[in-house]
């Protein structure tokens, strides 16, 4: 077990940051083990770079749906209505991803 700092970002979830200090077991070899310890946590006012990328396409979703719903309601671009929604697909898509990169992570704390 060795220590290093973390970063707790207002989303709730952690990064782990710079390496502190040697646990007694791993002091004598100079390598650091597989187990993490918080030496110092430290608050960061944004969210995680996977919340935030996540609120990104989310974003871009609404605003494409915006425009989709506008250009259905006056009957006009055809072409460009099929290729946004395509777009909100794959955007869909992504967002899925996140989630159970999310998951996966929460998993193995
Ligand atoms: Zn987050």
């Not at 915006?66 to 794959?90: L, Y």
């Amino acid at each position: 077990m060795c220590f290093y700092d973390q970063q707790i970002f207002s989303c709730g979830d952690h990064k782990w940051g710079r390496f502190r200090a040697h646990c007694n077991k791993e002091y004598r070899t100079g390598e650091t083990c597989g187990m993490k310890l918080i030496f110092e946590a430290s608050r960061v006012g944004t969210k995680c770079q996977m919340c935030k990328k996540y609120e990104v396409i989310w974003r871009k979703i609404g605003q494409a749906r915006e425009r989709v719903a506008r250009w259905e309601a006056e009957g006009i671009n055809p072409v460009s209505t099929d290729k946004e929604w395509a777009n909100i697909v794959q955007w869909q898509r992504e967002l899925r991803e996140i989630e159970m990169m999310k998951q996966s992570k929460m998993r193995s704390i």
